[in-house]
Nanobody, 122 residues
């Protein structure tokens, strides 16, 4: 299990941008793919984006394609999610996890941290 701490969330307006960070506590951070999930009020946790261990491959859910960018800095043991042109539908708690690049279902993961809250007002 890789320990992670998410940060960077906040209250913004429609069209604004936020950059989320996911700091991992592991010496083998470069061996794991990283993924971001989100959960809005009254909704199930859903996949947002994933990046392979080396950063060579990325994957995005349809609602965020073209607006969000996932990246990582293995030297800093940190993954990022740059969110542009935010919409109210993007609101929710954003969480990051470490695992296989192909795992894009919330049920694939057993543990979730507190995440970071993103709220987008109209």
């Amino acid at each position: 299990q890789v320990q992670v701490v998410e940060s960077g969330g906040g209250l913004v307006q429609t069209g604004d941008s936020l950059r989320l960070s996911c700091a991992a506590s592991t010496r083998t951070f470069g061996n794991y793919a990283m993924a971001w999930f989100r959960q809005g009020p009254g909704k199930e946790r859903e996949f947002v984006a994933a990046i392979s261990s080396t950063g060579s491959r990325t994957r995005y859910s349809d609602p965020v394609k073209g607006r969000f960018t996932i990246s990582r800095d293995n030297a800093k043991n940190t993954a990022y999610l740059q969110m542009n042109r935010l919409e109210p539908e993007d609101s929710g708690v954003y969480s990051c996890v470490a695992g296989p690049f192909t795992r894009t279902m919330a049920a694939d993961y057993d543990y979730w941290g507190q995440g970071t809250q993103v709220t987008v007002s109209p």
